[in-house]
């Protein structure tokens, strides 16, 4: 889709949702021009997903994370314009929460929130990974960010990387495979999932199924999601 195409479609953002997902360009397009309106489009529709993760999130820290909460140090992943770490902190979060997201304009609306400690404009992609040391975050949150053209579910790996043993990897998935030309299953998520549970890499503590929106939506790819939350070993 071109960018008058977008244009034209500025004030319809459902029909836009279901078009986001077709191209990694087309998503920096469409997140860099609608930042300054992202937080109102997705309150109208009612997203659900930043406050459901947040909760979840809550519930399965560990006792010692509970217990300390102010010292844990969290990382929201495809950050955008902050509403997961708002929900967080709604939800009890009192540890500092670093962000990374690709889009300078997400960031730019985030950062007037002033809810994180600091903030990076990296593009994560299996060959550009996050650059923090391994074992940095008690918490990984990555709130609609595995969407198709968003970031590759083979960057869950990365995820995990950073995340501290005993501490959680929190996300939502809108589609666990996705099917090539040729009817080849790749990006697949639930392999990729099982696989770093088969290798002792972490648990799944939870998943749950779930609507994104509260607001009836067009496109039935969007309207599901599954929320995961893994402790790792
Ligand atoms: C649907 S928004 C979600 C934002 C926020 N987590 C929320 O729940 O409101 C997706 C975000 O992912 C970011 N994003 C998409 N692909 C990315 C990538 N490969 N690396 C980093 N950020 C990416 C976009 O810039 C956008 O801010």
């Given amino acids: 889709m071109d960018s008058e ?15 986001i997902s077709k191209s990694m360009e087309m998503n920096h397009e469409f997140y860099d021009k609608y ?6 489009m997705m309150k109208s529709m009612g ?3 930043p406050g459901h993760l947040a909760r979840l999130c809550m519930e399965n820290l560990s006792d010692g994370s509970k217990a300390n909460l102010a010292k844990l140090t969290a ?14 902190k709604e939800a009890g979060f009192c540890g500092v929460i670093d962000a990374i997201d690709a889009s300078l304009q997400m960031n730019e609306v985030a950062k007037s ?4 400690r600091k903030m990076l404009c990296h593009m994560i992609n299996v060959d550009n990974r996050m650059p ?18 968003h970031i590759e579910h083979d960057c ?21 495979t996705t099917v090539d030309p040729d009817g080849e299953c790749v990006q697949c998520a639930k392999c990729i999932l099982e696989k770093m549970h088969d290798e002792g890499k972490c648990e799944c503590v939870s998943e749950t199924h779930t609507d994104m ?16 939350c893994f402790v790792k070993n």
């Fill in 5 to 19: 195409r977008i244009h034209e479609r500025e004030c319809r953002f459902s029909d836009i949702v279901g078009e």
């Fill in 35 to 40: 930042a300054s309106k992202y937080d109102d």
């Fill in 47 to 49: 997203f659900k997903i």
């Fill in 75 to 88: 990382l929201d992943v495809a950050s955008g314009t902050g509403l997961a770490a708002e929900a967080l």
């Fill in 113 to 116: 929130k002033n809810i994180y």
């Fill in 132 to 149: 923090f040391p391994d074992n940095t975050y008690g918490v990984v949150v990555a709130c609609s960010a595995l969407t198709p053209g």
């Fill in 156 to 176: 869950l790996y990365d995820f995990l990387r950073v995340v501290k043993p005993g501490g959680i990897m929190i996300f939502n998935v809108s589609h666990l």
């Fill in 213 to 228: 929106f509260k607001a009836d939506m067009k496109y039935h790819k969007f309207k599901e999601t599954v929320i995961h």
